[in-house]
């Protein structure tokens, strides 16, 4: 076990009618004057946003909106919120969605405050030294944005989806309805699953030999996601297994599974270059990428680590004579998993007919801190082919 | 799942040294002038007590030290910190120690700056409103009161052990160096374990019935102290081990194992009375009182949730016919387990001979917020009379 640092600053207020506290809890962090930073119009058409406002409205927090966010969100939207930030000198983010909303929030929290172009933190030429208060309320259990210190960006002229992971991007306040997840297409609540479980494994693929605590809270997680998400795609309104994501959704991306040892990462750095450059579901991508990422594991890493995933997530019988065996099985009743949700296992089912693969791979080395893409087995640019065509099938 | 509010500022710093940030992390907390308070002379003999004050010294921080804090800590050391507090205008307070040190600590940092007596706090007379900032450097893996919101102490007078718990009690940082641990007995080891297993399973023994990712966290946290207690008491230089009990005494009672269900808290509250009377180890008092308490439950409640602890947890085998022998099998091999670590099943070998067992039943119910004693199947006197009897053996 690794020595660590571990400081979980974000305030959760997990339940039914969550959202109401927003305007409370905006007061409570110092804001007087907020940007509403929100996606499409579910929020609008679902009375969301005007529940929100109202709460604002009541404990006297002035608001601008900024809708538009799309999936894979872009630089323009951040740059656009920094103006508005400047120019009517808000002083409080709060962010209406998943991991697109709230990534975009916390690009515009860090640039505000930043004299330089803000995308100077995603190429690696700067790091933020100070941001915006920001809070979140989640309308879907997937990146785990609403108490991370991850944020990801595309830039579109250049297809670059990158990320910055510093403790500045924690929120402050994140409010978690479950019921605000109902209305998600199934195709969604299944990528959001997805999404759940890479976070998990980025972790739980570690080559430290002795984190026990960790180990486990990350197959409590992973067998509490496998558990709840069919239920959930097949009971929209279900309370139960929607609060079960929401909350694993969170628990997956702060590092509390993941303390004491390292973030593999290989896996979310090919998927963000692939869906940088194809714009496909992350959590899709994943499910493409994260099978094909333990199939090339496995023949290039001692299998123990594997084997026990497969016993103690999958339930796979112990094969002391060829642990191997043991180990694959786990990837086939993972890949079945996802394909039982509804995800894709191919570059194919994922909608990209002819991958260019040597494009994706060579992006993924030049993402700033990619001389290694990983550390369970390191991954060079030809590890990165050869994962790429697995996935393709 | 119920609603709840989670929140858990303490900051981490986890590893080899820890303690060595004393200063650096009090300053960051804006303290100027720090109360060491810690307990008897093994922080002295080991040279921890001289590492930390250099460490302050290093970073510009004042200190006065407090020694001498029993297990079970009294209030009298608690109104003499509090008067050096006031009498050399210290701002912060640093304990060094297991729970015992830093609930004294806590109780210092509320009670300094409250006009009435600290006893208050504990009585159910007063909550305190504000307190000084605490940090604290971990010694023993046992009362999680590193970063839980809990803090008991014990009136000398009348023998009263009470409990205060609020969200001001989280410490601001804690440090934790597993080595630090080494040089414990192997009973203590054995009675922090049996400690937080106990804070799990009060929060896992709850009628909610669907919190399956708090449930699956609790049962990782069980499973890796089951693993890990055995060989930390046998290789007292086992940094690994160790260290999966440390990190395990932190989740254990900081909330992550119980949020969106009800603390019972009735195991504790009797153990309380018991170690207030007859000052016996927290730890090997629950290893008496909390067996007891699930064979009293297993006559009262359903077995549903015993039988789950009973196949996940200890690896029985599930009775559909008679999910009670399954649910009686887990109890069984939970006070095997503690047996094979030193731990006492009977009042009798915790040293109480004759225990009056009266007296103890109706100071349980005297204590303040039990006119209900527990959650799981509520206990009236009568009841915890009861618990007594089979603790008795």
């Excluded at 406002?53 to 323009?76: F, K, Y």
């Excluded at 960006?153 to 990158?162: E, F, G, P």
């Excluded at 199934?186 to 959001?192: F, L, P």
């Excluded at 080395?365 to 991954?379: K, Q």
Aim: hydrophobic letters at 40%.
């Amino acid at each position: 076990m690794l020595n660590f640092s571990f400081h979980l600053p974000t305030q959760f207020e997990f339940g039914t009618g969550a959202e109401r506290k927003a305007g409370e809890m905006i007061a409570r962090f110092g804001g007087k004057r907020a940007l509403v930073h929100y996606g499409g119009g579910s929020a609008v058409r679902s009375g969301l946003l005007a529940r929100v406002l109202e709460s604002l409205d009541a404990a006297g927090i002035a608001h601008v909106e900024l809708g538009g966010v799309m999936p894979n969100p872009r630089d323009e939207l951040v740059y656009q919120g920094i103006q508005m930030v400047r120019d009517q000198q808000l002083d409080f983010i709060l962010a209406i969605g998943g991991g697109s909303s709230i990534d975009s929030g916390k690009a515009i929290a860090a640039g505000a405050l930043y004299d330089g172009d803000f995308w100077d933190f995603f190429c690696g030429k700067a790091l933020p030294e100070t941001a915006l208060p920001l809070g979140c309320i989640l309308t879907i259990a997937a990146a785990g944005s609403e108490s991370s210190n991850s944020c990801v960006i595309t830039q579109a002229s250049t297809q670059q989806k990158r990320g910055l992971n510093v403790e500045l991007n924690r929120p402050r306040f994140a409010l978690m309805n479950p019921e605000l997840t109902y209305t998600l297409p199934a195709y969604q609540t299944a990528a959001g699953a997805t999404d759940i479980m890479a976070h998990v494994m980025e972790r739980y693929f570690s080559n430290e030999p002795e984190s026990d605590v960790t180990d486990r809270l990350c197959e409590a997680i992973l067998c509490s996601v496998v558990k709840a998400a069919p239920i959930a795609i097949e009971n929209p309104n279900d309370y139960d297994s929607h609060a079960q994501l929401m909350w694993a959704s969170t628990i997956a991306h702060n590092n509390t599974c993941g303390v004491g040892r390292v973030f593999d990462g290989a896996s979310h750095k090919i998927e963000h270059e692939l869906s940088g450059i194809y714009d496909v579901a992350h959590g899709a991508g994943l499910a493409v990428v994260f099978p094909a990422w333990l199939r090339w594991q496995l023949t290039h890493h001692e299998p123990s680590k594997l084997v026990q995933f497969a016993v103690r997530v999958w339930g796979c019988d112990i094969d002391l004579g060829h642990p191997e065996r043991c180990a694959m099985q786990g990837i086939e009743r993972y890949e079945a998993f996802l394909r039982s949700i509804g995800m894709p296992l191919t570059l194919r089912e994922l909608g990209i007919e002819n991958p260019d693969i040597q494009r994706i791979a060579d992006g993924t080395r030049r993402n700033p801190g990619t001389d290694v893409c990983g550390f369970f087995t390191p991954m060079d640019t030809a590890a990165i082919v050869e994962l790429l065509q697995i996935a393709n099938g």
